[in-house]
């Protein structure tokens, strides 16, 4: 995989945005809309984006954090409020979502984050912060996102299809690949662009929400909020059924290296 060709080639969001626009993509201000600045939360599917996004929302600090870059998002918000350009849709959400001086935070994977950077809407505001959310365990971000895939159960708020996932090895190194690649992508993106980027943990933010949610307060030059975390409204979907595809996908590591079981 060419990181430089993948950053090259718009992603499908960016590519139906621009059609949706034309060349009103790109913000050509001078000085800063907003005295906030823009949280982006870079991530990979299954990585605890929505468990973080959770608790960040339960601060009343900052705001937002849904896929608002999403094409379709984009589309259907901006025919309800009547936007005719994308910088327009960006300030309208900061408009509607940020109430109460609250920054706003969005959500954006690689090629979206891109989208952002070539069309300069960090410009708007007064600043850019990229909180970039991992899993230390790839593995088991891997047979999460195998499964989602073959359930369409991407929440446990959703009900999927109700199929009966099956153990995929094939494509469980194909999203280990891609996670892989997505991740240096959004590295290498933040240090081109001399972006501040906050590595944090799914399991960090498991094992201890309220220190690591000031650290990224702190990070961000947002106030830190006097928070105590509440029970997020998403919940752990993993079960043993994650342990098992995960235990036969080591299992095959060991047999395809030619190492005796341990």
Known sequence: MSYLKSLRTPGRHETTIKRQFGSRVRFEGTAPVFDKPLILMAFTNRCGSHLLADYLRQTGQLAGFGEYLNHD??????????????????????????????????????????????????????????????????????????????????????????????????????????????????????????????????????????????????????????WVPRVPTVKKQADALNAEFAQAYRAQVLREAGINSL
């Open 73 to 226: 998002v984009v589309a259907n918000q901006s025919a309800e409020h009547g936007y005719d350009s994308f910088p327009d849709y960006i300030a309208g959400l900061q408009a509607r979502i940020c109430l109460r001086g609250q920054a706003l935070g969005l959500k954006g994977s690689y090629d979206q984050i891109a989208m952002l950077l070539r069309w300069n809407i960090g410009a708007m505001f007064r600043g850019v912060r990229v909180v970039h959310i991992l899993r230390e365990d790839a593995l088991a971000q891997a047979v999460s996102l195998s499964i989602a895939r073959q359930t369409e159960k991407w929440t446990s708020h959703q009900t999927g299809n109700g199929a009966a996932p099956t153990f995929q090895p094939k494509l469980i190194e194909s999203i280990l690949q891609s996670h892989e690649a997505a991740n240096t992508m959004i590295g290498l993106l933040a240090q081109a662009a001399a972006l501040p980027r906050m590595q944090i943990s799914y399991e960090q933010v498991m094992h201890d929400p309220a220190t690591y949610v000031r650290r990224l307060f702190g990070f961000c030059g947002v106030e830190a909020p006097d």
